[in-house]
């Protein structure tokens, strides 16, 4: 039996509050006790799935706020792990997302300890007017204490998330927030255009009239701006939203976007093996009786059809600043991309927004303002499925 490579992702769900904008999977005002509860499920989980030669090259805590249970569990949750697949030396990347003002010197050597070589901080903004009205639970000082408390415990791969296109946000407010993150000395930056996603309080707000968005123009100019600032400060886009230092880009984002394999565990996880995604009961409290219970907490799957693999690989390939190759397409599938999905591609190529040659076909500075556009036209494309002689 060969070896299969995988990622794993491990959902901690606890929140201190909820953040107008989100709509993760997320609990708050749960007890120690509930998570210990929570983490002994998960290990459990671990134990019930363990495919054939499964090794490992990255974990990811996230969340939910991972930073916020006792750090002596992420230990447990990593010991664990380590019993259960070999890793993968030279590429394991262990990367747990912290909100700042939940990190303690403490908290911080026992994840390094623990094996826990990534942070990612959430920043999101740099005005405590726009952290109050997101319902952030830190303040600005927060964020420069815990990113500088992380280098001074040993950490060397430190990222930072911000949010642009807030309500009634300035470009110079945002250029504040990049510049002061930047100050910082960051290995890696995400930055996410602000999404209305339904049901959420930001959702709400908008519909009342009592918050506005900024025009799009307005933060187009904020992705282009922030763009060229980080790549005169060596931070490089690689993704429509991720920027790093060469050699520090997520490998455990990259398994994603590139549709490799990975496993996930907690409530409300999604797993994916080609061919097939699975999901878990999102209820954390469901999810832990399950679990305790002997049962199998997967609340649903998807068997996915060679055609709807290719516009998976592709549109998730085109996030990618290099885009898809098209020897690891014809690797994968046994056919060429044009061959696959040649009209919608050429008729993107004539807009401006799609770009390639013989080696590669990626998305354009416009295709990329234009994402989700162009990624709903290739997932609605016809896919012609054909194998190679
Ligand atoms: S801290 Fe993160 S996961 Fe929790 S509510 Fe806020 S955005 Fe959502």
Known sequence: MGERRYGLYVHIPFCQARCTYCDFNTVTGMSEEDHRRYVGALIQELRQEHPPG???????????????????????????????????????????????????????TAWRDAGV???SIGAQARQPSHLAALHRVHDVDQIDATFLLARTAGFNNLSLDAIYGLPDQTLAEWQETVNGLIALGPDHLSLYALTVERGTPLQRQLQRGVIKLPHPDLVADMADWAELRLAAEGLLAYEISNYAKPGKESRHNRLYWELEPYLALGAGAHAYVPGRRWWNVRGVRRYVTIVEQGG??????????????????????????????????????????????????????????????????????????????????????????????
């Open 54 to 108: 499964a090794v490992l090259t990255s974990l990811y805590f996230g969340g939910g706020t991972p930073s916020l249970i006792d750090p002596r569990l992420i230990a447990t949750i990593i010991e664990a792990v380590r019993g259960w697949a070999p890793l993968v030396d030279d590429a394991w990347e262990v990367t747990l997302e912290v909100n700042p003002g939940t990190a303690t010197e403490e908290a911080l």
């Open 296 to 389: 199998d907490p997967m609340a649903g799957e998807e068997i996915l059809s060679l055609s709807e693999e290719m516009r998976q690989f592709l549109w998730l390939g085109l996030r990618e600043r290099a885009g898809v190759s098209r020897e690891r397409f014809r690797e994968r599938f046994g056919v060429d991309v044009q061959a696959a999905v040649g009209e919608p591609l050429a008729d993107l190529v004539a807009r401006g927004l799609v770009e390639e040659n013989p080696e590669w076909v990626r998305l354009t500075a416009r295709g990329r303002d234009l994402a989700n556009w162009v990624g709903q036209r290739l997932v609605d494309a016809p896919i012609t499925v054909r194998t190679s002689e």
């Open 117 to 119: 070589n990534r942070l």
